[in-house]
């Protein structure tokens, strides 16, 4: 009965490294086309969205969490380094916002019988906290104020 040899996978060849600049990744293949004239508050909200800003991800708490932060918008990601400044459009600052982790606390009293039991308390956090650095649109500050107070 011939025995096959154990592979320990990760002490194995797993591709040659590559050296990449940080940036938008993503293909443009599906290109819709606009057939019709688009309202002017819709142009001004995409410029909008696509207008550089300064942020900074902080750095990961524990060794586990990625040292690059990868969000996408409509097929394109960009992969955003922890822990220095770096400039990425508005619509990813956008899902940073957005990207949010809610932990429930549930008070527990006895005296209030049943209605005691289901009362839970939602506190909802950043899944990456980041930090706005330079924003040279005025009404930044208010977008993401506004962006990051929505619950979802």
């Not at 057939?35 to 819709?42: F, G, L, R, V």
């Not at 380094?81 to 956008?94: A, I, L, T």
Request: hydrophobic share 40%.
């Amino acid at each position: 009965m011939a025995t096959r040899k154990q592979i320990d996978a990760d002490s194995q060849f797993l591709g040659a490294e590559e050296i990449r600049t940080v940036g938008e990744i993503g293909g443009h293949a599906g290109i819709d086309v606009v057939d019709k004239p688009m309202p002017k508050k819709a142009i001004d909200m995409e410029a909008f969205m696509n207008e550089r800003v300064t942020i900074m991800v902080n750095p990961p708490n524990n060794a586990d969490e990625p040292l690059l932060v990868q969000v996408g918008v409509n097929g394109v990601n960009q992969f955003i380094p922890r822990g220095e400044p770096v400039q990425v459009k508005r619509k990813y600052v956008e899902v940073l916002a957005r990207s949010k982790r809610t932990d429930f606390a549930q008070t527990l009293d006895e005296r209030l019988g049943e209605q005691g039991f289901n009362k839970l308390r939602s506190m909802h956090s950043l899944r990456f906290p980041f930090s706005v650095m330079s924003d040279p649109n005025p009404n930044g500050g208010a977008w993401l104020t506004g962006v990051l107070a929505e619950a979802r």
